[in-house]
Antibody
Framework: QVQLVESGGGGVQPGRSLRLSCAAS????????MHWVRQAPGKGLEWVAG????????YYADFVKGRFIIFRDNSKSTLYLQMNSLRVEDAAVYYC??????????????WGRGTLVSVSS | EVVLTQSPGTLSLSPGERATLSCRAS???????LAWYQQKPGQTPRLLIY???RRATGIPDRFSGSGSGTDFTLTISRLEPEDFAVYYC?????????FGQGTKVEIK
């Protein structure tokens, strides 16, 4: 079954760290770029970070640069997001999503159910 | 960074009516990297359209996408009860990926 399953969310205080995981199954994980997208309660979708299939390139939204690190372990078919110096405004559901090429087109085609991160004192 | 602005914020329509959703980019984007997603409460986003006009697998033909450059449109020809949801446009360019703020299609 082709799926992505996130874990690692929870409640933390501002300034603390949290590591999210996304376990992939049912497809060849090492051939796909992967991303994290978040959604604050009642708000829209917001891209957070992405990583190439072979880890050679990482990309970050400006609001997480220097605080979050995206990485992956292709041997374990798992994507990670290390979140440091968390802020109240980082509270959201974090989705793992797959980057897909179809001919010349590129889009996110597979999404996990998300993991909730709460940040408060 | 490309900013995507969707309009209207909310569209109030009745089942059977036509819905026209707009997505305007702050600079020209590649049609190949423009997509539309549907999200219902408590659910994950669902891919509807990619490459600006190509329907994803299993998407009914009442959904269509069009546009190029900075102006893109998602059209739902005849609204079904299950189409009332929030719709997001998305683009990828260079080292950034962005979503519009969403258009909510609600029952009038």
């Amino acid at each position: 079954q082709v799926q992505l399953v996130e874990s690692g969310g929870g409640g933390v205080q501002p300034g603390r760290s949290l590591r999210l995981s996304c376990a992939a199954s049912g497809f060849t994980f090492s051939t796909f770029g992967m991303h994290w997208v978040r959604q604050a309660p009642g708000k829209g979708l917001e891209w957070v970070a992405g990583i190439w299939h072979d880890e050679r390139e990482e990309y970050y939204a400006d609001f997480v640069k220097g605080r979050f690190i995206i990485f992956r372990d292709n041997s374990k078919s798992t994507l990670y997001l290390q979140m440091n110096s968390l802020r109240v405004e980082d509270a959201a559901v974090y989705y793992c999503t797959r980057d897909r090429w179809e001919g010349y087109e590129k889009f996110f085609d597979l999404w996990g159910r998300g993991t909730l991160v709460s940040v408060s004192s | 960074e490309v900013v995507l602005t969707q309009s209207p914020g909310t569209l109030s329509l009745s089942p059977g009516e036509r819905a026209t959703l707009s997505c305007r980019a702050s600079q020209s984007v590649s049609s190949s990297y423009l997509a539309w997603y549907q999200q219902k409460p408590g659910q994950t986003p669902r891919l509807l359209i990619y490459g600006a006009s190509r329907r994803a697998t299993g998407i009914p033909d009442r959904f269509s996408g069009s546009g190029s450059g900075t102006d893109f449109t998602l059209t739902i020809s005849r609204l079904e009860p299950e189409d009332f949801a929030v719709y997001y446009c998305y683009q990828h360019g260079g080292s950034t990926w962005t979503f519009g703020q969403g258009t909510k299609v609600e029952i009038k």
